[in-house]
């Protein structure tokens, strides 16, 4: 019942001693996805504990060597520990042709295949789904360079029936999944009893948004609507409003903008800038707009609690 984000690099194009590139893994009910995959990304999940052998999903957002050329290592160490389950990759076209070189050239077995999904950057789209999560695709705004952000959301639960219930009033085991999944119980002369008597209702679904890079654009605010969780990039402070623009990347604050119009729960920032050593500046920038963020670091570990995640979001 797990939702927990793990960073593994947010330094932006230059890694530095301390920073790795963008990678991060989510763990959704032990289902590992890897968002992005810069330089050294299978370093950094050991480093974390996290096994190589449970991603099988691997996401990224765009073609900047920050996000995506700790790819080939990462396969071939998969391929070294003897992997056979496919690795399922959704990326843009140009990622399958590099991916496809890779494997041409790779000189050691390689016993599973790479099941390639190309995800159409320009407009939000259901990329994934099984019993427990959804993920989509949406745009960021990254300049000429085609990128998009991921939103993860929990599938609503059953409601869980009340056991004295079920006696009291005799439900048959035919009507449960029905009653479960929101209807109303009509006995047999007729009599309706309301579903709200009948269940508690199953804790709110949880959601995720990952947009790295992007210059700040409302055309998110939509998209990220009421997240528990946004990361959202944040690569230079206000002084450097200006290159931000220039460069298609946000500052702290335009991050903490989109946060606060889109009334998300937490807001992560990363995807520093090498010129920032200490991140102070730009949390404290961001908190001025968006109280509830936090400037993440290597290895920082957040966790969505299934149950009392309103206050969760509060604190
Ligand atoms: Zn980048
Ligand atoms: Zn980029």
Redesign the pocket.
Known sequence: MQFELTILGCNSALPTAYRYQTAQVLNVSERFFLIDCGEGTQIQLRRFKTSLQKINYVFIS?M?G??FIGLPGLISSMALLGRTRPLHIFGPRALKEYLDYHTKLFGGRMEFVIDFHLNNPSKKELIFEDKVVEVYSFPLY?GS?P?SGFLFREKRRLANLIKEKLQEYKIPVSQMHRIREGADFINDKGEVVPNEELTIPAPTPRSYAFCS?TSYDERLVPIVKEVDLLYHEATFSEKERELAAKRFHSTAKQAARIALKANVGKLLIGHYSARYPDTTILQEQAQEVFKNTLAVEDGTKINIPLKNREQWRQS
């Open positions: 765009h900047h920050d996000h990254h360079i990128t890079d």
